[in-house]
């Protein structure tokens, strides 16, 4: 049973120009530390205002603040107000703010799997929403679920709201998230970093759905974010924040067209723009624009990255790899549904080289970057490192490739253990392996490695949750690099990252990559990105390579319709450019099939060499 529609009134002129959230004079402090200083900002109904800033910034805190969560961590709200209408959020009491959030005001938050609880399923989360404050019943509240649940472009809604958070890969555990923020219909939706796991596609249709709803609703957004793209599409105000202070708030227009402050220069000069590198057989290192002492200033030096030794063995070779998961039983355990992760995919890999892996959200690409770090079982097909077969190798050498395989994981507080500081996590890899003798050595080790990601060795005593995303992200770059590894798997490492921070880490990599003869397995939506650091790339779709090939064949003359389409789908750091992105038609597609249903094996032929399409079925 679906429930009615419901309609809402036309806004008089008076309710539209009024703000429906103002932050007024907010000052925030953690223990001693002031992180959010006489911040000022107002956002009005049918509205976007964009934050954006650095890591560390007070993005964040300043969203947690208006939801008043940030008390539960600890904070002290110094001075200032938060009205939303007549009332000061910051004198409600928790039990007032229980029924404003979610209902009035409506959270997207930047680490979905940390935000999800592992013990219900995604149905049972998003109906215990709707009944609590929608007053839905138990079937209403379902049907309502796995309508928003196709709302957000998520195949299989009906089979998907009896799965756990587990079970979904990271872009679409952040899509339920939108779901689950969206089913209220809130007048001020509050989100943060909201696509950063998604790819370029899946975004686009997001960012449609949230400004539908935001002409429906007269709803008031605003956005968190570090992709300066999205904020060109999305935004129609930008607030610019630099070590908790606002430094520059403007129309989106004036504030790309003609920045004032510093920060702001240096930040929007540090985004990847796609086809910047036309022409380029090999990625390249591009100097940095950092502040020094207030203004930005280019560091470092531009080098082609020609650093793939392909005249030799490969380093990593995989072969005919297929991946399933039973998805479906029948009360007697017999498998009826299975979900085909990965099948028929092959690539090399060679020292100093990095492949980048790209492609919609579930379509295999963590997978085969889990399956390669032996935490993924394989149905059937070969790995091998160094010429030699991970099936034939005995526990000790399994164990010893784990020093030379690292994986740096998509959400890094999940990957990070809270009761331990991260010196001690950046620490353990190197202790496990037995590569360094003595406390102190050890400890100038993580020193060097915590300044070498743009930490210091201050931040060694100090746990995760006292890190923002982006520093958190950084901490498990320093623990991978910490085994001296030769292949790194780096499963969507910078999409945690503002673009300062990016670029600089971008850098980092291809140093590494130059000085140590580093491998990389980079996993990205960010076509951006994939095409400013990598020699190679191979684009997935429901498991199957349709396209591999040089970094320049794949984005210069792509020759498959889907990586077309990703292409297409990338937002531009232009407000000015005007953008159609029409909601995609017909069934969304889906890996799960019925036992015996095994999707079709499609056929790769070379087109020219080393460029290699899929033929269609």
Known sequence: MTPPETTYPEMTPAQASNPLLTVDGLSVSFGGNRV???????????????????????????????????????????????LFGARNLLTETQKDMRAIRGKDIAMIFQEPMTSLNPVYTIGDQICETLMLHEKMGKAAALAEAIRLLGMV??????????????????????????????????KVLIADEPTTALDVTIQAQILNIMRELQKE?????????????????????????????????GKVTDIFASPQHPYTRALLSAVPKLGS???????????????????????????????A??????????????????????????????????????????????????????????????????????????????????AGMSAAERFALRQKVQYIFQDPFASLDP?????????????????ISGRKAIQRRVDELLERVGLTSAHASRYPHEFSGGQRQRVCIARA???????????????????????????????????????????????????????????????????????????????HDYTRRLLSAVPVADPTRVRTTAMLDGEIPSSTRRVGD????????????????????
Not at 163 to 170: A, D, E, N, T, V
Not at 609 to 616: D, I, M, T
């Open 36 to 82: 959010i200083e006489d911040l000022s900002f107002s956002v009005q109904p049918g509205k976007t205002l964009a934050i954006v800033g650095e890591s560390g910034s007070g993005k964040s805190v300043t969203s947690l603040s208006i939801m008043r969560l940030a008390d539960m961590m600890g904070a002290r709200f110094d001075a200032g107000r938060i």
């Open 153 to 186: 472009r998520l195949p299989d809604a009906a089979e998907l709201v009896k799965r756990y958070p587990h079970q979904l890969s990271g872009g679409m555990r952040q899509r339920v998230m939108i779901a689950m923020a969206l089913a209220c219909r809130p």
């Open 217 to 249: 609703l007269g709803m008031a957004l605003i956005f968190i974010t570090h992709d300066m793209g999205v904020v060109a599409e999305m935004a129609d105000d930008v607030v610019v924040m630099w070590k908790g202070r606002k430094v520059e708030e």
């Open 277 to 307: 590198m036309a022409g380029e057989d090999y990625p390249k290192r591009l100097p940095l624009t950092v502040l020094e002492d207030g203004e930005p200033k280019t560091v470092g030096e531009e080098r082609v990255q020609n650093t």
């Open 309 to 390: 030794r392909t005249d030799g063995a490969p380093l990593l070779s995989v072969r005919d790899l297929f991946v399933r998961f039973d998805v479906r039983k029948t009360i007697l355990g017999k498998v009826t549904h299975r979900c085909s992760a990965v099948s028929n995919v092959s690539f090399d890999i060679y020292p100093g080289e990095t492949l980048a892996l790209v492609g919609e959200s579930g379509s295999g690409k963590s997978t085969i970057g889990r399956a390669v770090q032996q935490l993924q079982a394989t149905h059937s097909g070969d790995i091998s490192f160094k010429g030699k077969s991970l």
């Open 419 to 435: 009761r331990k500081t991260v010196g001690f996590s950046i620490a353990e890899p190197i202790t496990t392996h037995g590569l």
């Open 481 to 559: 690099l910490a085994s001296d590894p030769e292949l790194i798997i780096a499963d969507e490492a910078l999409s945690a990252l503002d673009v300062s921070i990016q670029a600089q880490v971008i850098n980092l990599f291809m140093d590494l990559q130059a000085e140590r003869g580093l491998a990389y397995l980079f996993i990205s939506h960010d076509m951006a990105v994939v095409e400013k650091m990598s020699h190679r790339v191979a684009v997935l779709y429901l498991g199957q390579i349709m396209e591999m090939g040089s970094r320049r064949q794949v984005f210069e003359t792509p020759a």
């Open 598 to 617: 095994e999707p079709a094996l499609l056929v790769r032929e070379e087109i020219h060499p080393g460029h290699l399409v899929a033929k269609s079925a």
